[in-house]
């Protein structure tokens, strides 16, 4: 599996020719699904859900799909009918040529006083993991968590601890976006030793082989 990083907290998946992408949202860039033969979407916030490029992805590949949770589903699924499944916690699928479990049901507390949204992640052939917005621990040993590093819903010990709990091979860095230059090599350094896995960073555009 070829691993490729768009920014913020999208990645490209490709795999016997097949292309999955995760969260082409806002703060992506605006190609970021074109191409996909399949996109998943973890939840409804516009830095992982854009409508813009969801349909550019559609619109490039006919034969692509989309597989996202309910609030998601409505807004994009009229426009595509048959090409938008939903999907929920437990559910299990296969898009592209990937296997796909769904893990989790809401987004982290941003604060009390902001209601919490329905947020999936995505374990993709039983390694790679994806939590969205959230700091969901799969109930499977995962080789590679996609670690969302900087976000208005957590800090740097939780960050930490997440990687501790998941107990992956290696983590690789995304919803890194709001994260200066300057930042980065604090959170590497920390990370990289009280986590207790491999961290690691790709920049947009870059790949690594799984």
Known sequence: M??????????????DGQILVIDPGGFSEE?????ADAILVTHEHGDHFNEQRLRAGLESNPAAGVWTLKSVA?????????????VGHGDTFTAAGFDVQVHGELHAVIHPDIPRITNVGYLVDRSLFH?????????????????????PWNKISEVIDYVREVKPQRAYDIHDALLTDLARPIYDNQIGALGGAEHLRLTPGASAEL
Not at 2 to 15: D, G, Q
Not at 31 to 35: P, W
Not at 74 to 86: L, N, Q
């Open 74 to 86: 409505d807004k994009i699924a009229p426009a595509f009918p048959g090409r938008v499944h939903t």
């Open 31 to 35: 190609d970021a699904a074109v191409g």
């Open 131 to 151: 939590p969205g917005d959230a700091l969901t621990v799969p109930d499977h040993a995962v080789e590679t968590l996609m670690l969302p590093v900087m976000a």
């Open 2 to 15: 070829k691993l490729t990083k768009k920014s913020h907290a999208c990645i490209r998946l490709e795999k």
